[in-house]
């Protein structure tokens, strides 16, 4: 489990800019946007003409629920923001970035929700009013709530919960009154394929469906969530087990968020863990990482590796890859937000044999089964963009994203993972 690009792209701009006014343009794909190529839905039955059986409906603006209609209306929206100034980035097509001399603007666009930011009041209500007279845009005042997430301004940062959407979850599943647990998995977690089929599996997948977006803002639900959803095609008896759990410890913590503390030190820091041969069934890996922008969590991922690992050093270092692949993708982001990193990305790992690697430009016989991860690590750290170091266990954070623990050493982690109470 990992979030996706646009939760991501809003914790960056939150962290780097300064008042965040919010817009909602209103029925915009209705009125405002013009398809390039005309939909052609078939009449309705009153409306067929005997000598034309075959006709059919050429529609002048775009519908909801056109297949077309959110792809059209993103390109109206775009090619106007560019003639506005804005400039879309390469690595998140629904960010835009615009720069006027020393200010700067970061427009987020999510099919018709908007989040406008930028270093000076005059410049947002100058972008504001232009889109007004493009669109029907209806302005929000300061960001509170946007794709389920709800903004709460707090000391140096914000917090960002899904608390409404977390009770929607357990009302959904009939646990509301629930007794509340204190991990959403046990230190023995790893489960098979074995066991009782269960009797409504439609219900299982709906339910283990909705907790991947939950992990936006509770990243200690990424490794439970990942077991949940692994076995969706044929649950059975012991994986509604665990999905009762994971909803029981949701129901405990629906007032917890993330936390984002504003840092004046942009630097890039990622925490990578792997739990060798973790899978009873297949003995696949299952790796993990948490990057760190300053002080704040920013990306993390939970996920099985996609083969078998021969050792632990090279399941190990599978999970370097991967952080080392996300660190990139953040730097380049932040360089395109002007906001660019010039130190080298720390990438900690618990494996010495990892570490011992990243560096060795000797190829041996323990590294050929991952010869294209060793030239992607190898290079970035010859280029001085990445360094690997090593870290114990203790202090491993990403060794929640990887397999159950304690209920001491999970709340340990958990408050690493900036997840705190809503009320801080």
């Known amino acids: ?26 029925d915009a794909v209705l009125h405002c946007c013009s398809l390039r190529c005309s939909p052609l839905p078939p009449l309705v039955a009153d409306f067929v003409d005997p000598e034309h059986p075959n006709a059919v409906c050429l529609l002048d603006k775009s519908l909801y629920g056109l297949r077309q209609a959110p792809r059209a209306w993103f390109t109206r929206f775009a ?26 603007a970061y427009l987020l666009l999510y099919v018709d ?40 301004r707090i000391a140096e940062g914000f917090c960002l919960s899904q608390q409404r959407y977390a009770e929607d979850i357990l009302e959904r599943a009939g646990m509301t009154n629930c007794k509340p647990a204190t991990t959403p998995i046990d230190a023995k977690g790893k489960l098979s394929t074995d066991g009782p089929v269960i009797d409504d599996a439609k219900t299982y997948r709906s339910l283990a469906g909705a907790l991947p977006y939950l992990t936006v803002t ?75 922008l300053g002080d704040a969590l920013v990306s993390w991922s939970s996920k099985r590796q996609p083969t078998v690992s021969r050792s632990s050093a090279e399941a190990e270092y599978r999970a370097v890859a991967n952080a080392a692949a996300e660190c990139i993708w953040l730097r380049q982001l932040l360089g395109e937000l002007h906001c660019g990193v010039t130190k080298a990305t720390v990438t900690y790992c618990d494996n010495d044999s990892a570490v011992y690697m990243s560096a060795n430009p000797i190829h041996h016989k323990r590294t050929k089964h991952i010869e294209l991860d060793i030239h ?49």
């Open 1 to 26: 489990m990992e979030p996706p690009p646009s939760p991501i792209s809003l914790c960056l701009i939150l962290l780097v800019s300064l008042p965040q006014p919010s817009l909602a343009s209103g």
């Open 218 to 292: 509770r990243p200690g639900l990424a490794f439970a969530v990942q077991q949940a959803c692994l076995h969706m095609h044929d649950p059975r008896a012991t994986h509604l087990a665990l999905l009762k759990r994971i909803l029981r410890y949701v129901r405990g913590t629906t007032t917890m968020g993330l936390y984002l503390r504003g840092s004046v030190d942009l630097t890039v820091t990622a925490y990578s863990d792997a739990d060798w041969a973790g899978c009873p069934d297949t003995r696949r890996s299952t790796s993990g990482f948490c990057v760190y």
């Open 79 to 104: 090619d106007y923001a560019i003639k506005l100034g804005f400039n879309p980035t390469r690595s998140d097509a629904s960010l835009f970035v615009l720069r006027r001399g020393h200010d700067i």
């Open 113 to 152: 929700d908007i989040v406008l930011t930028g270093s000076s009041p005059a410049l947002l209500q100058d972008i504001i009013q232009r889109l007004k007279l493009e669109f029907a845009v209806k302005d929000l005042g300061d960001l509170r709530f946007f794709l389920g997430i709800d903004v709460k």
């Open 376 to 424: 992607f690590v190898r290079e970035r750290v010859q280029m001085g963009d990445l360094r690997v170091l090593h870290v114990p266990t203790g202090e491993q954070y990403a060794d929640v994203m990887t397999k159950g623990l304690s209920t001491a050493a999970f709340e340990a982690f958990r408050s690493s993972l900036c997840v705190v109470p809503m009320n801080v």
